[in-house]
């Protein structure tokens, strides 16, 4: 019995998961809300675990390193389709609500207001950083590839 290559599609999903998973030990924010060189996956995970910070990016932050690494696991280990376009879409949804929580999107009357003010003053609100941009990058790629791939 010889072993079965990987084929494009599947590669192509691996190599999203992977950058999934570059993207969350990248900076995910930037701002003084997070020192000068930004708040990682990992800093979001200890601030949950601390109960600082905001709860929501932060478990958002704890889900997208779930769906990367169960990826990644599938992938190499299971390799069941359903499941990893299960976790590639959960990555895309997650990232994408962690983006738009960074922006202040959901943020709204007063609070978008002041959040908006404060933004112009100091810059104390977290924005999005490259961490963020290659996570939601690498889940789309991931996404893709499960859904071309023929199993």
């Not at 190499?76 to 990232?95: H, T």
């Amino acid at each position: 019995m010889g072993k079965k290559s990987m084929g494009t599609m599947k590669l192509v999903e691996l190599i999203g998961f992977i950058l999934a998973v570059v993207g969350f030990f990248c900076p995910m924010t930037k701002g003084k809300m997070f020192g000068t060189n930004g708040g990682s996956g990992l800093n979001m995970i200890k601030n949950l675990f601390n109960n600082n910070g905001n709860t929501f990016q932060e478990v958002m932050a704890l889900l997208i390193l779930v769906f990367a690494v169960a990826g990644l696991v599938i992938i190499l280990v299971k390799d069941v389709k359903l499941y990893s376009l299960v976790c590639a879409i959960g990555g895309v949804v997650c990232g994408v609500l962690f983006y738009l929580k960074s922006i202040g999107v959901f943020d709204s009357g007063i609070a978008k207001g002041a959040i908006k003010a404060v933004n112009k003053v100091g810059g104390a609100i977290a924005k999005p950083g490259i961490g963020i941009y290659l996570l939601c990058i690498g889940f789309i790629v991931a996404l893709v590839g499960a859904l071309l791939r023929k199993d």
